[in-house]
């Protein structure tokens, strides 16, 4: 059991998903404090056979799966069955993400755990959703990225669409289910009554489209990929300097005047073309031409300390041997060092949730494959088994 007190602290989860969009969620609930029990078949959660592993223990398994408890169980065996209808009971929370009809399959669908346990907030998270034309269909993250739109406005203008580079739609989904369950709590807390979550990865990457949706239907346009511009602020974009190159975004007339004044400009800032973000925008190209004649005699720290100076959003593009040294994210606890028992010392990403009260934290690690097995059985159940009499097969 957990000893660091959250604010989720006495919230048990009964964790059914695998891959990435549930256990990230539940993830964040663990950080928070929740008690989260990763039910998984023999085999394990396949994200535990991956390639990057550290003493056979998958890298992607342990970065998703800290702070949870790992129990084995064969939910298609009747027995495995009834056992975790009662651990439904004393449960908070579940949450799965298989393709919808699975957990009716199963006989475990919210219509049965409801019989059980009425105040359970049930949380699904699947590609498309529990109703529509596609919502039998399996999905993964890059179909998502495409079919939702994202891909169409990312990339280089005038190039192919591109996907992000980690698995944003997974993980947008895992926030929102997140999110969900968290304010189906609160209004069990208000009500007493539990409810189901439907969480849709399609649904979720649409929904983060910024702009793009408000200005096709406002002008009749197709937005397009604008590659490391924006579309409604300039100079938002990289500029070349002696040495590399700087990023620079200005959202405001007062940030632009500064933005001049750092860079020994002021002569832009007097020019009318560029005196508001209509025509800043409108005349993106010159301005950018202007600007980069400036930018590329000085050297990238030349131009990071007059940036300094006036306040000037700024940054250079890290690559990952960069920021995990920036001292910002070190100042902030981002990346801790944990004791894995088979893999050893290993780096870890924080928790992004400061609270004064109750903040985020790394629990516990990852677990094994059913490490927790026993001690679950007997806090919940009552059984007292051993690993030799336990059937996994």
Known sequence: MKTAKGALSGIR????SQFLAGPYCTMILSDLGADVIKIEKPTGDPTRETNVNINGQSVYFMSINRGKRSVLMD???PCYKEMFLKMAAKADVIVENFVPGTMEKLGLAYEEII???????????????????????????????AMSGFMSVTGEKGGRPLKAGPSIADMTAGLYAAIGTLAALNHRNV???????????LDSMFSILENSIGNYFATGRIPKPAGNRHGVSAPFQ?????DGEIIVAVSTNRAFEDFCQALGRDDLARDPRYANRKGRISNVDELAEQITTSTKTKTTAELEGAFEKFNVPYATIN??????????ILARNMLQEVEHPVAGKVKAVG????????????????????QHTEEVFAELLGLEITKTSQSVE
């Open 351 to 370: 928790s992004p949730l400061k609270m004064s009260e109750t903040p985020g934290a790394i629990q516990q690690v990852a677990p094994l494959l059913g």
């Open 191 to 201: 009500t007493g009554r539990g409810q189901r979550l439907d969480i849709a990865m």
């Open 13 to 16: 989860v009964l964790d059914l």
């Open 319 to 328: 690559t990952i041997d960069k920021i995990v040294s920036s001292p910002q």
């Open 115 to 145: 019989k059980v346990n009425p105040k359970i907030i049930y949380t699904s998270v699947s590609g498309f959703g529990h109703t529509g034309p596609y919502s039998e269909r399996g999905a993964l993250d890059m179909i998502i990225q």
């Open 238 to 242: 990289p500029f070349e300097t002696l």
């Open 75 to 77: 939910l298609k065996d």
